[in-house]
């Protein structure tokens, strides 16, 4: 298989990157690690008729703290980067649970954190994990810039609220509220598959031991990452017993997520799985 033919090129800064995008909007294509993009060419499901590759750029590349107690991740960030980082272990230790579900090391190594999420894909983990994150992120287009919330950027089926002329920069995730805990899990027919149901967690105690904070989100139930909303409504405020979460979970499952068939798994499998994983 072989892309149809394009223009290739390769700024050096984000700058420059921002002013290709402006003169070529709708025609060009970002490329990150390729991961996606590239089969995507190959079978000319996509045929930009540029490439804008990112990868020279180094200053997109980075893991650092916030003074809040969060971080800020650059879009370009390898998987790998962040599933290495003593940083992330640290601070979002959610996201370090969910990066060795994704894929293959080999796809970890080229894909970036920015690509992921960008691509929005409603079976990868990351938007999952962004959502439950409450995570933000930095759009530039020329000189102008803005911050969406993970949960507004999602919009549909691989879509999201980023113009043509739009890049992703940055990825900024809060820091963890005291008494947190966490988690990531997921059903794949095989590790390193994509999965056919996924939920990401969090819940924070307040000091009475009750859900002063619950965050819980879905993959693959639906054309993008979900906040299971109702459910949250359930747990706040109610001490964490089995049967709180059970109850949660099985609103989840009825009213949260809203699955398909596909020749993976039948919608009625897609929402029992949310409700044993939840
Ligand atoms: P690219 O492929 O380079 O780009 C993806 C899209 O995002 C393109 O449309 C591109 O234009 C756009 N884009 C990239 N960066 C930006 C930016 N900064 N701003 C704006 N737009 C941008 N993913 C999972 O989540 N879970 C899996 O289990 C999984 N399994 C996989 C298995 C295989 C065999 C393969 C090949 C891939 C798999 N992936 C999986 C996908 C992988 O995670 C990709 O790396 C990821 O989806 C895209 O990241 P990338 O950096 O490669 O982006």
Redesign the pocket.
């Known amino acids: 298989m072989k892309p149809a033919p394009f223009e290739y090129l390769a700024p050096a800064t984000v700058e420059e990157a921002l002013d290709m995008l402006q003169t070529h909007g709708y025609d060009a294509?970002?490329?990150?690690?390729?991961?996606?993009?590239?089969?995507t060419m190959n079978f000319r499901l996509?045929q930009p008729a540029v490439l804008i590759d990112?990868n020279k750029i180094s200053s997109l590349s980075y893991i650092e703290p916030t003074p809040a107690g969060g971080v800020r991740i650059g879009?370009?960030t390898r998987?790998v980067t962040a599933e290495k980082s003593p940083l992330i272990a640290e601070r979002v230790p959610l996201l370090r649970e969910a990066l060795p579900?994704?894929?293959?090391p080999q796809?970890r190594t080229?894909?970036?954190l920015?690509?992921?999420i960008?691509?929005a894909?409603p079976?990868?983990?990351?938007p999952a994990v962004c959502v439950a994150l409450d995570a933000r992120f930095k759009l530039r287009r020329g000189t102008a810039e803005r911050w969406v919330s993970a949960e507004d950027f999602f919009v549909g089926l691989f879509a999201t609220v980023?113009e043509p002329d739009?890049?992703?920069?940055e990825i900024e995730i809060p820091p963890l509220p005291q008494r947190s805990g966490w988690a990531f899990t997921e059903v794949?027919r095989r590790h390193?598959?994509?999965?056919l149901v996924g939920v990401a967690a969090g819940i924070a105690l307040d000091t009475a031991g009750k859900c002063a904070d619950v965050r819980l989100s879905f993959l693959s139930v639906g054309d993008h990452a979900v906040l299971a909303h109702n459910a949250i409504a359930a747990l706040k405020e109610q001490a964490p017993t089995a049967e709180a979460i059970a109850n949660a979970a099985a609103i989840a499952a009825e009213k949260d997520v809203s699955p398909g068939d596909d020749i993976h798994a039948t919608a009625a499998y897609r929402r029992h799985l949310a409700n044993v994983l939840a």
Not at 101 to 104: C, R, T, V
Request: glycine share 14%; hydrophobic share 50%.
């Open positions: 294509k970002i490329l990150a690690g390729g991961q996606s993009l590239v089969p996509a990112l879009a370009m998987y579900h994704i894929a293959h796809i080229r894909g970036t920015g690509g992921a960008a691509h894909d079976a990868a983990e990351l980023m739009e890049m992703l920069v794949a390193g598959d994509y999965a």
